[in-house]
């Protein structure tokens, strides 16, 4: 498998609920986009959306990074519930299965899977809770996938939700459900993305202090 090879997969909420932080969503994930295109060595983008129970959505699976188009309003329009299980249970799935159909010389040496949600579980029919945290242990022991958990909230209770699911607290990334929150969580995906393609691991500080809000006024925002 070549070193330089890095597969990030992005799991985004797309539920009612985020519909006040769309656009600051749509441009955090563009600035994430811009300064992975940036980073030296390869990667891959899986992107997928999710709401509810049946509402999921792959964008993009193993796409080369610097061929993926930014996100624009029509592409993210949140509607629905929070099939949280689901969506991360047939993510991994379907990149497994893709992963096993590539020959070993063409696979990723690393793999990072960052799930952003505003919310708890409350729709999925597919997993359980605790399925998921059987799959996220599997794909850790055996495979070294990486899991990032990024919820809205306080961090006792993000810690929780991520804890269910076998995401230890280091792992986990609390913001406030506004335009700085969403940035300094999506930033921190990338610094933790960053770390990894270079070095190979994800230190303790991948969480950033300040993501800086973006917006209308940014150059980052969402166009139409």
Known sequence: MPSNLTEIIFIID?????EPIREQTI???????????REP??????LVFFSSSGKYE???????IRRVNPLTAVDYVPDGMTAL???????INETG???EQTPESERPAH??????????ENDSKDYTVA??????????TKYSWKFLFLGAGLQDAVQAVAGAYGIGGLMCCPYNADAQGIAKSVSSVSCATSQLRTSGAIDAGWVVEDGGAVGADNPAAAKP
């Open 41 to 46: 060595g390869r990667a891959m983008l899986t």
């Open 85 to 91: 299980s689901d969506a991360i249970g047939k993510t």
């Open 97 to 99: 299965a893709r992963l």
């Open 58 to 64: 792959t964008r993009y699976s193993g796409a080369d």
């Open 14 to 18: 797309k539920s009612t609920s985020m």
């Open 131 to 140: 399925k998921i945290k059987e799959k996220i242990l599997h794909q850790e």
């Open 27 to 37: 441009a955090a994930f563009n600035k994430f986009l811009e300064d992975q295109q």
């Open 111 to 120: 793999v990072l899977v960052a799930i952003l949600t505003d919310g708890a």
